[in-house]
Nanobody, 125 residues
Framework: QVQLVESGGGSVQAGGSLRLSCAASGYSIGNDCMAWFRQGPGKEREGVAGSDSDGTTNYADSVKGRFTISKDNAKNTLYLQMNSLKPEDTAMYYC???????????????????WGQGTQVTVSS
């Protein structure tokens, strides 16, 4: 019943921008932590950004100043605006939801109950 569906990924050159979307169905995103994770080739899944129900946001140090997480509760959709993309941002990006706070859970992927299928972001030099 619960689905998180990511979109907006693609291939861009370094310095470019993308906006990812995560559309939720069978679930209201407003009450929980909603977050973006990514997993690059040969790497562990890592938390990129999180948005709590009170509006508090959290970012990995590697994306601060470049990425912005936001959500539209009316549309039940989570977004990730990615600017100044770098080749090291290349990864599969996933949205996820947890009842835990983002500040606590962003570094603990196992705490997230719902996951999307992912959308690929490829940044070339």
């Amino acid at each position: 019943q619960v689905q998180l569906v990511e979109s907006g990924g693609g291939s861009v050159q370094a310095g470019g921008s993308l906006r990812l979307s995560c559309a939720a169905s069978g679930y209201s995103i407003g009450n929980d932590c909603m977050a973006w994770f990514r997993q690059g080739p040969g790497k562990e899944r890592e938390g990129v950004a999180g948005s709590d129900s009170d509006g508090t946001t959290n970012y990995a140090d590697s994306v601060k100043g470049r990425f912005t997480i936001s959500k539209d509760n009316a549309k039940n959709t989570l977004y990730l605006q990615m600017n100044s993309l770098k080749p090291e941002d290349t990864a599969m990006y996933y949205c996820a939801a947890t009842a835990w706070s983002c500040a606590y859970a962003l570094i603990r992927p196992s705490l997230f109950r719902y996951w999307g299928q992912g959308t690929q972001v490829t940044v070339s030099s």
